[in-house]
């Protein structure tokens, strides 16, 4: 299986923008740029989907890893927050952190947590903040 998106970028840092759509169309043209990015403007940004990313992804494989193990949750609710920090070589995403609450009949605290902790190592999108990216870059 393989998604995409296309991003389509004018102008300069600070007076340019962009528009990102998604393959499924949940977006479309959705707007960016440094203002939404780094001022709390209007707008969409990178940090934000990567962290509506890993939580849509964590809650999915939690549900698995609960199934695996005999329990069904009722809800499983996820925030995720990822920090960009400026650095002495440019902005960099330094952490992520999940805040999971789920509701587990029969579930009791300690496996709850281990199970949420090997859904963590397993998520995809997890995995895919450690692994490495290629690129093709061409002028048009």
Not at 6 to 21: E, L
């Amino acid at each position: 299986m393989k998604k995409t998106a296309h991003v389509v970028w004018t102008g300069g840092i600070k007076d340019g923008g962009g528009q990102i759509t998604t393959e499924s169309g949940v977006l479309r043209n959705a707007p960016y740029g440094f203002n939404s990015r780094f001022e709390g403007g209007k707008g969409t940004n990178p940090e934000e989907l990567i962290a509506a990313a890993l939580a849509g992804c964590f809650s999915m494989a939690l549900a698995l890893t609960l199934g695996e193990a005999g329990f069904t949750a009722t809800s499983i609710t996820t925030d995720a927050e990822i920090t960009l920090e400026k650095s002495a070589s440019g902005y960099e995403i330094t952490s992520s952190h999940l805040i999971v609450t789920a509701v587990v009949p029969g579930a009791d605290a300690v496996p709850f947590e281990a199970l949420a902790r090997k859904t963590l190592a397993g998520c995809p999108i997890s995995k895919v903040l450690r692994a490495p990216i290629t690129m093709m870059a061409r002028l048009a």
